[in-house]
């Protein structure tokens, strides 16, 4: 069986891990930014010297394609290479470069195929700079309104807009990724979560993404002295959020394990040590698989009581996802493709959102998963070792061949 | 029995609240900013149109002194004229004026005395501008150090030295208050709780100042994905801190009724909604007069262990306070003199600070707290009704009385 290069996958994990160096084990890379910029320079010039042609959409979307067999539809693969601010060298754009190293394979070691292979870079996944996330997959899914997208301001004022047409990289929209011009989407990610690596599997085989909630609590107290007001007076908002997010553990551990949910903003007001605080908020972040399970977090919110420890309670859904799921079959290529490379693999879902999850919607599309070292991502410690990065580009390329044969 | 004009003093206030005006029912006059100079000019027209004689020192406290016999001690009142931002029109400031309004009906009413009596204006007292609070009353005790005082800057960088020499209130340290010339301080404050007005009393009679502890506890865990940790491998600083909140509340509330706890103030890091918190910090803090409660609440605080939900949970002491008691026989003074006039009185201790305790250290001294509306202070719902006010200035002329007459 083929295999990729660990050589020339390493050397394009170092190359890229320049644009944006943080100097400290990461990039600061923002979408649109310089940093980025010199991204998708190289990421251009490496794809010419393979012979492939470029487009670019109307969101700035980069297509980089093989050529295949006249009017056959194409089989794409590809990421995002922003990050957030001190991101990793992984997130996103390992996906963009598993892609380009099985393209590289296929021209240098001659594998034949029949259809295009189109390596994709979608625009500002992150929405670190522009929110919100995924942005450029979203507008030409249909998901976001594209003028609303192109007024997002970064921090300096400066709109999407602005910085698409001095990116360079803005084209037609007609350019855009179409269903019937495009069979299949597989996108390489690093898992971003400790499971893969405290099961010992070198691959997970994405079934889809979990659907998720996000709540926002209000706690509406009364602020007082601290050191005037007895306890049988107070209406104190902290205390009430506590015994709430306390009640929220107590409940939500008795559903599936597999649920995960995350109290993990708080704000006070006043935020006065020697003040009663007289208004809390917090967020609920839930996720899982089944939509029934997330019904069941759904009542365990509703059974809230209306006053909390002499507080008024309130919340509302900041916003929610449907669980994705993958399309079955590439699926079944993925594991397939792990299981003849002799690599161990589990089925899982994705907890994050990618730009997977809204491509799916129109065109047959899964995912791969590599482990991340003790689960760090979003941060300068996020690391993958090339042997595993490896694993998942040959996974991805018996994929993208097995779709091929299709 | 004399008594003090209920006419005059709802002058005095109504006066007073222009200075810092927020036209919001409340006023902003941080320490010696134009609205406080506005209102110490006041103050010292006032004082001198009743024939007293006004020197300042070099914290630019002010003593505006009505003679008496020579060679005998002063007996001072007063409180402070700076408020917090968009504080009320009744904190410290009511202090100066109901002991204004008694210097004014001394004269007015030929009420005979033998000591002189000291209208006493303390600098920066809420610390609002320059920081630390009770600055001045602290300097001239000894608490603080001044220089280190002279440099404390506002946020616009100016600091208390230049503030103090462009307010032309800035006089000789000779000029201090000092325990050989002044025999008593008898300082009139809004009670900035709400027990007085559910206990139905008119003057609470200040016994002291409680003891209190100030701590900052941390919760160190880690930062991971909110959609791709499972729940067993998380360290939740946030989960952890409620945990604390809620031992704290359940061991705290077996010790004494009278002891009160605030935790005000919270914090998480890097507190995003989809990412668990890493760190988290908030604080205790505890009062009580009796300090054998405070070290009950200390052991309860070393009881807490050194790991809770696999997070790291570390305190140290931000700051604390002695309880302080006030001048038994001047206490007694109070209590008769509101007896005196038919005016019902409970014996209390301060939990906030005033500039009365750092005084009681060398001169002997002693509160009157009058009713806050519904306990609000710090904020321009801040309320206590005229005639609240003057029952509070009838006990204050009668204590001042008595104080003459030892």
Redesign the interface.
Known sequence: MKTCSKERLEDKIVTFSKFGDTGKGGITRFSLSPAALEAREEFCKRCKALGMTIKTDDMANIYATLKGEEGLPAIMSGSHMDSVKQGGNYDGILGVLTALEVAETIVTEKIPHRHPITVVVWTNEEGARFEPAMMSSGVITGKFDKDKMLASKDKEGTTFKEALEASGYLGEEANRMKPEENMALVELHI?????LE?EKKDIGVVEGV?G?I?YEFTFIGQ???????????RK?A??AA??T??YL?DEL?KLD????????????HP???????DE?KF?L?A?HQDPEVIKQVLAIIKAIPEVIEKCEVSYEE?WSRKTVAYYPEYVDFVEKSAQEYGYSAMRMY????HDAQFIADVIPTTMIFVPSVK?????EKEFTPVEACLKGANVLLQTLLKIDQK
Chains 1, 2 share one sequence.
């Open positions: 898992e971003q979560g400790p499971v405290a979990c998720m996000n602020a007082d002295h601290a050191g005037t007001t007895p306890m049988k007076y104190d902290l205390y506590t015994k997010i306390q553990h551990d394990s597999k649920l995960v949910y995350t109290t993990g903003k708080i704000s006070a935020n006065i040590h020697t003040i009663i605080p809390v967020t972040d996720r900041a994705s907890g994050p959102g689960g760090h991502s979003h941060c």
